[in-house]
């Protein structure tokens, strides 16, 4: 069981704009702003998409967005377009003896 | 432009040690700790550790204090992760991954190897 709770799947139609959740714990998303998301396709290494809660590492992207709220956090995708389909992860820093946690993904379908 | 190659693909017993490497090039491998990712098939990733290359100082996740080895070797800009016994329950996917910012061990991954698919089985 995976520390961080993300939905399993999240679908949308191209052009639409679609949000994913991360829910943690005051141990971790509540308490740090060390959230990242994470973009991976099939057979492919993840790719980072936002670091620190809302940061956009250069040449990604506009339309992907963080923000946090509490003990969740979010990644929302505007614009929704095909290559946008794959699996989503989030991650955190957490102040238990694991260090980092991730999510157990969300997989992002574009209808 | 920055890189890490990991090593290929192994097929292993249990029982069995193995030891994987990821090397780095295109930037000051002592500059950046590299951490190790599991990701079981089907699975998320999960965080296994990390290793400032500079002073060799290691911290692992509780979840794989004792079961892996991370070490490097800064002469060559490599990083290694290592097994005594393996077991069933090892076979994955593994990257090496290096954190954004210089000498930060925790802090998000944004250069990450290609993976290698180790499978262990009778």
């Known amino acids: 069981q995976s520390a961080l709770t993300q939905p399993a799947s999240v679908s949308g139609s191209p052009g639409q704009s679609i949000t994913i959740s991360c829910t943690g714990t005051?141990?971790?998303?509540?308490?740090?702003?060390?959230v990242s998301w994470y973009q991976q396709h099939p057979g492919k290494a993840p790719k980072l998409m936002i670091s620190d809660v809302s940061n956009r590492p250069s040449g990604v992207s506009i339309r992907f967005s963080g923000s946090k709220s509490g003990n969740t956090a979010s990644l929302t995708i505007s614009g929704l377009q095909a290559d946008d389909e794959a699996d989503y992860y989030c991650s955190s820093y957490t102040r238990s003896s694991s260090l980092f946690v991730f999510g157990a993904g969300t997989k992002v379908t574009v209808l | 432009e920055v890189h890490l190659v990991q090593s290929g693909a192994e097929v292993k017993k249990p029982g069995e040690s193995l030891k994987i490497s990821c090397k780095g090039s295109?930037?000051?491998?002592?500059?950046?700790?590299i951490g190790w990712v599991r990701q079981m098939p089907g699975k998320g990733p999960e965080w296994m550790g990390i290793?400032?290359?500079?002073?060799?100082?290691?911290r692992y996740s509780v979840s794989f204090q004792g079961q892996v080895t991370i070490s490097a070797d800064r002469s060559i800009s490599t990083a290694y992760l290592q097994w005594s016994s393996l077991k069933a329950s090892d076979t994955a996917m593994y990257y090496c991954a290096r954190p954004q910012r210089a000498m930060r061990a925790y802090d998000a991954f944004d250069i990450w190897g290609q993976g290698t698919l180790v499978t262990v089985s009778s």
């Open positions: 295109g930037y000051s491998f002592t500059s950046y700790w």
């Open positions: 290793i400032n290359p500079g002073d060799s100082d290691t």
């Open positions: 005051s141990s971790d998303i509540g308490s740090y702003n060390y």
